[in-house]
């Protein structure tokens, strides 16, 4: 036999390692990426106001020292001077973009309230805010449409700016300032900061959805005084830099809207920094204290994964070739890239108690199963891990064939409905739950989608009698509040699947349809306002329906079959069709289970023998299989 690269007809690349599938790389470092050395700015400062994007950023004020008025325009390659404030002031911030922009409050050299906006050209004086405040946080992408919060004298309060009057928001749950912020006026996130008493640095990130702030998960180091992506969505973002307790640092973390991830420091540590950018995939960093002040311009450039984007297409340049030779292994591999999404279950942690009909929110590794039944209703709490679960605070009401919502993390989320049938909904705030608003209808088999704050509830049952026992179509939506009703599912039925990330863009999946006296595999889409029958389902069923991901990228797994056929089936939906993929290792119905489309999981239901399960199982999915050839 000859050399293998003297096999004719085949380009054979040689290889010392296999190309990492997507999954695995996603869970190594999600989102890679190094900071470069750009263009400095011409005046060095910290404590300045910043605003825009990555490739127009505005630079304003701050401590030179003296106090200064200067601005500065970023273009994406260098720094002009532009057109003066006419109050000089330090340690504050802005709203908008380079365009359109308003800053408030700060030192001048004492707290003041002065407003001004910025129209692209020059600083005008408008209404000032109502309270004198310096180092206060700021969210907007316009100067019509701002959110200012905290501040110092500390205060929890905030305030909504139209472009002429400011109105009351909803209160921080924690005061503070010489925070960052990244988001818009309704939907944005507050970080870090300084708050009284020791330790003075806070972790804490807060979430804003026009009236009200959650608690959401903290970063993984307390800090004040740091930089962020201003322009980000409030689900995609980086934090840099910023004073921990003892000194300036150079920390970077990475949100993608569940969890925050160390990535690659800046090269230069630093406070009281200046931050711009569109997501957690571009950000400009710029002046600050070192302690000495900096003129240091830094730009993030992005390496890793982008979830949002086809798995296959990010790891193209990874695949050199088809077939190629692994010169470490000694083996001739192919890569099979082709067809549908790839992936398999593997075994994850036990329940300490086995249960069917319960619900969930949060991740695969980071998750909270509430509820179900065991030989009766209960009230148990189980909090995941990734690998194994821990009993915690129980719910209020014992029940079963409730729904959850809570996307992304164990701090904040919501249950409601249940058997027997109730409108009960708890809140849970990280450590324990508290009775808020019940339901308008009374269900159970009820499902749902979004957050503590913004969930969507739909379908479930009441008690009823043949032939019509009491399915519904009933929607409802919440706002951190109360309950009220939206326009209604196409087909009445219970147990379906919720899945979805934001109560504005969901599916209901599958359920049983009473009056057809069948499982269904229909499949409904939410667009905030009305729903749209999309691809069925190839395998109809019911009840404990696993689900994760969005309205357009989803995976779900396992439910029931009449007459209570316990299935392994999975599915996963591209946003045009579902397509079979890999089984669960055990079937069953009635388990919790949430995540994304390409890292869910499943955890307890009943299976074979009316046995209560105890198991739970991840799902990973992969943009491509490497396959060994047997050569002769």
């Given at each position: 036999m000859s050399e293998y690269k003297g096999i004719k007809g085949f380009q054979v690349q040689t290889r010392t390692e296999d190309p990492t599938p997507y999954a695995q790389a996603l869970a190594d470092n999600p989102y890679a990426g190094t900071w470069s050395s750009v263009a400095n700015m011409n005046t060095a400062s910290d404590n300045l106001a910043s605003m825009g994007t990555t490739t127009a950023a505005l630079a304003s004020g701050g401590n030179a020292p003296p106090i200064t008025n200067k601005s500065e325009e970023w273009d994406g390659s260098s720094w002009t001077e532009g057109n003066n404030l006419n109050t000089a002031r330090s340690h504050f911030h802005g709203a908008g973009v380079q365009t359109s922009a308003i800053v408030v409050g700060g030192e001048a050299p004492s707290v003041t309230n002065a407003a001004e906006e910025y129209d692209g050209t020059s600083y005008t004086t408008v209404t000032a805010y109502p309270t004198s405040k310096a180092?206060?946080?700021?969210?907007?992408?316009?100067?019509?449409?701002?959110?200012f919060f905290g501040g110092s004298p500390i205060t929890t309060e905030s305030f909504e700016y139209d472009g002429t009057n400011y109105t009351e928001g909803g209160d921080l749950n924690t005061g503070r300032h010489d925070l960052s912020a990244?988001?818009?006026?309704?939907?944005?996130?507050?970080?870090?900061?300084?708050?009284?008493?020791?330790?003075?640095?806070?972790?804490?990130?807060?979430?804003?959805?026009?009236?009200?702030?959650?608690?959401?998960?903290?970063?993984?180091?307390?800090?004040?005084?740091?930089?962020?992506?201003?322009?980000?969505?409030?689900?995609?973002?980086?934090v840099f830099g910023g004073s921990s307790p003892t000194a300036a640092v150079a920390l970077t973390e990475s949100w993608d809207g569940s969890s925050w991830t160390?990535?690659?420091?800046?090269?230069?540590?630093?406070?009281?920094?200046?931050?711009?950018?569109?997501?957690?995939?571009?950000?400009?960093?710029?002046?600050?204290?070192?302690?000495?002040?900096?003129?240091?311009?830094?730009?993030?450039?992005?390496?890793?994964?982008?979830?949002?984007?086809?798995?296959?297409?990010d790891y193209a340049d990874a695949i050199t070739g088809d077939f190629y030779y692994n010169s470490t292994t000694g083996q001739f591999k192919t890569v099979n890239t082709g067809g549908a999404p790839l992936g398999a279950w593997s075994s994850g942690g036990s329940l300490n108690t086995g249960r069917v009909q319960l619900n969930s929110f949060g991740t695969q590794t980071a998750a909270i199963i509430a509820a179900g039944y065991t030989n009766t209703s209960t009230n148990l709490v189980e909090q995941y891990n990734g690998s194994s679960w821990t009993e915690i605070a129980e719910i209020n009401?014992?029940?079963?064939?409730?729904?959850?919502?809570?996307?992304?993390?164990?701090?904040?989320?919501?249950?409601?409905?249940?058997?027997?049938?109730?409108?009960?909904?708890?809140?849970?705030?990280?450590?324990?739950?508290?009775?808020?608003?019940?339901?308008?209808?009374?269900?159970?088999?009820?499902s749902g989608v979004g957050t503590q704050t913004a969930s969507l509830a739909f379908g479930g049952r009441n008690p009823g009698t043949s032939p019509n026992p009491g399915d519904k179509d009933l929607v409802e939506s919440w706002n951190g509040s109360s309950w009220t009703e939206v326009a209604e599912l196409n087909t009445k039925r219970g147990g379906s699947g919720g899945v979805g990330q934001v109560y504005t863009a969901a599916l209901c999946v599958g359920g049983y349809d009473h009056a057809a006296t069948a499982s269904s595999a229909k499949n409904e889409e939410w667009n905030g306002s009305a729903w749209t029958e999309l691809g069925d389902l190839n395998t109809a069923r019911h009840n404990g329906l696993t689900r994760g991901g969005t309205s357009t990228?989803?995976?779900?797994?396992?439910?029931?079959?009449?007459?209570?056929?316990?299935?392994?089936?999975?599915?996963?939906?591209?946003?045009?069709?579902?397509?079979?993929?890999?089984?669960?290792?055990?079937?069953?119905?009635?388990?919790?289970?949430?995540?994304?489309?390409?890292?869910?999981?499943?955890?307890?239901?009943?299976?074979?023998?009316?046995?209560?399960?105890?198991?739970?199982?991840?799902?990973?999915?992969?943009?491509?299989?490497?396959?060994?050839?047997?050569?002769?």
């Open positions: 180092s206060i946080g700021a969210l907007g992408a316009t100067n019509t449409a701002a959110l990244t988001g818009t006026q309704t939907a944005g996130i507050a970080i870090g900061g300084q708050v009284p008493g020791s330790p003075s640095k806070t972790d804490a990130v807060e979430q804003y959805n026009g009236s009200s702030w959650t608690e959401i998960a903290e970063i993984n180091t307390a800090r004040n005084g740091t930089g962020a992506s201003h322009q980000s969505s409030y689900t995609s973002a980086l160390e990535v690659a420091d800046l090269a230069t540590a630093r406070y009281d920094v200046g931050g711009s950018g569109n997501s957690n995939s571009s950000a400009l960093a710029f002046a600050g204290g070192t302690p000495s002040r900096t003129t240091a311009t830094e730009e993030w450039a992005f390496s890793g994964l982008d979830p949002s984007s086809t798995p296959a297409a009401t014992a029940r079963s064939n409730e729904a959850g919502t809570g996307s992304g993390t164990t701090t904040a989320g919501l249950i409601y409905g249940g058997n027997p049938a109730t409108g009960a909904t708890e809140s849970w705030n990280g450590s324990a739950w508290t009775e808020v608003n019940d339901l308008n209808g009374a269900r159970y088999s009820v990228d989803a995976i779900v797994a396992q439910g029931a079959t009449p007459p209570n056929s316990y299935t392994t089936l999975t599915e996963s939906w591209n946003g045009t069709a579902w397509t079979e993929q890999a089984d669960l290792a055990t079937g069953g119905y009635g388990g919790g289970g949430q995540g994304s489309a390409s890292a869910t999981f499943v955890a307890g239901g009943e299976g074979s023998g009316s046995t209560n399960l105890t198991r739970s199982e991840h799902w990973n999915a992969a943009d491509f299989e490497i396959k060994t050839v047997t050569t002769s």
